[in-house]
C-alpha cells in the first residue's frame, strides 16, 4: 500500500478543512463551485485512464466469482441501500438519495490496496474491476430513475445530460488517449503513473472548491454526519456477513474470499459525486452525502482487512 493509499483519508480531511476555511472570503465562496466539476473531470479522465479494458476476458475466467460479486454489486446493494434509506432516512429525502447513489456503485481504486493487506487474490480483484467500472456507469442512471425516483421526482433529460457530461466524455477521451498512444513509452511511463497518483489530488481539489461553496450551508447541517453513521455502517457490516456466507457457501479459497469481500464492501463515491453536482446543483446534501460516506469508508476497510487476517491465523 503505497503512501498517498495510506494519507487518503488525511488528504480528504484536509481538503475539507481547507475548504471551509477558504470559503469564509467571499470572493472564493461566490466562484468556487465553478472549479467543482472541472477537477472532478480530471480525476475520471485518470480513473478510466487507469484501467485497461483488455483485461475484460480476464474477469470471465472465473465465472463463480463474476457471477457472485456482480450479483451482490448490481442487484442485492442496491435494494440494501435503498431499503437502508427507507428506515434511517426517510425524512431526509436528499440525504437518501445521497446515499443510494453511493452505495450502488463499488470502487474501482482503494480496494485493490486493502484486498493486497488482507493477503486477498489482488489479481482476481483487478480482472473484474473494468466489468465494475462499466455496469456502475451505464446503471446508475437507472438506479436513480428507480430508486431515487420515488423519493424525488428526477427530470430523465438532466440526467441523461450529466451523465454524458461528467462520465461519458471523460471515459471517451480516456480511452481515446489510450488508443492514439497505444505503441508509445510516454502512455504507459509517464502519462499513466500521473494519473495514477493525481486522482487523489483531483478529488481533493473537487471537494475543496465544494466545501468553499457550500460552506455555510454546511455549518447549518452538521448534524448531517450523525444522521448517516448508522446506515453506512449497517450497510459495511451487513456487507461484510453477505461476503463472508456467499464465499463459504461457494467454497472460495481464502484469498478469493477477501477479494469478494473488498470488491462488495468498498464504495466508488468519485463517479457519485460528480452525477450529484450537475443532476442536483440546487442540493448540496446529496453531494455532502457522498464527501462524508469516505471518511468513515476507509478505516472500516482497514478495520475490515485486520478481521480477515485474523481469521485467516484462525483457520
Given amino acids: 500500500m503505497g503512501i498517498l493509499d495510506k494519507l487518503q483519508t488525511f488528504i480528504i480531511l484536509f481538503a475539507v478543512g481547507l475548504g471551509l476555511l477558504l470559503g469564509q472570503v467571499d470572493i472564493i465562496e461566490q466562484y468556487a ?27 470471465f475466467s472465473n465465472i463463480k466469482f463474476l457471477g457472485s460479486s456482480t450479483l451482490i454489486n448490481f442487484i442485492w446493494t442496491p435494494v440494501l441501500a435503498w431499503s437502508l434509506g427507507a428506515i434511517f432516512l426517510s425524512d431526509y429525502p436528499a440525504l437518501w438519495i445521497g446515499f443510494i447513489m453511493l452505495m450502488v456503485t463499488p470502487c ?32 446508475l442512471p437507472i438506479y436513480l430513475l428507480l430508486f431515487a425516483g420515488t423519493i424525488e421526482t428526477i427530470p430523465i ?18 480511452h481515446l488517449t489510450r488508443f492514439l498512444l497505444n505503441k508509445k513509452s510516454v502512455l504507459n511511463n509517464k502519462i499513466i503513473p500521473f494519473f495514477a497518483n493525481a486522482q487523489i489530488f483531483f478529488l481533493s481539489l473537487a471537494i475543496m472548491a465544494m466545501f468553499a461553496s457550500q460552506g455555510s450551508y454546511l455549518f ?30 461457494l467454497k472460495f479459497s481464502y484469498e478469493d474470499s477477501v477479494s469478494l469481500n473488498m470488491a462488495i464492501i468498498a464504495r466508488n463515491s468519485p463517479v457519485s459525486l460528480a452525477i450529484a453536482v450537475t443532476a442536483f446543483p440546487d442540493q448540496p446534501l446529496i453531494a455532502l452525502a457522498l464527501v462524508i460516506g469516505p ?16 481469521t485467516r491465523k484462525k483457520n
Avoid: C
Avoid at 37 to 43: A, N, R, Y
Avoid at 157 to 174: D, G, N, Q, R
Fill in 33 to 59: 463551485e465553478t472549479l467543482v466539476i472541472p477537477f472532478l473531470l480530471l480525476m475520471l479522465y485518470g480513473l478510466f485512464l487507469t484501467i485497461p479494458l483488455q483485461q475484460l476476458k480476464k474477469a
Fill in 295 to 310: 471518511l468513515i469508508e476507509l478505516p472500516v476497510l482497514a478495520i475490515v482487512s485486520q478481521i480477515l487476517l485474523l
Fill in 108 to 139: 474501482t481504486d482503494w480496494y485493490l490496496a486493502f484486498t493486497r493487506i488482507a493477503k486477498g487474490n489482488v489479481a482476481l480483484s483487478t480482472s473484474v474491476l473494468p466489468i465494475n467500472l462499466i455496469l456502475q456507469v451505464v446503471l
Fill in 220 to 249: 447549518g447541517n452538521l448534524a448531517v454526519i450523525y444522521i448517516l453513521i448508522i446506515p453506512i455502517l449497517l450497510f459495511f457490516v451487513i456487507s461484510y456477513v453477505v461476503g463472508h456466507l456467499v464465499g463459504k457457501f
Fill in 157 to 174: 433529460s438532466t440526467l441523461l445530460e450529466s451523465v454524458l457530461i461528467v462520465l461519458f466524455i471523460p471515459f471517451a477521451l480516456a
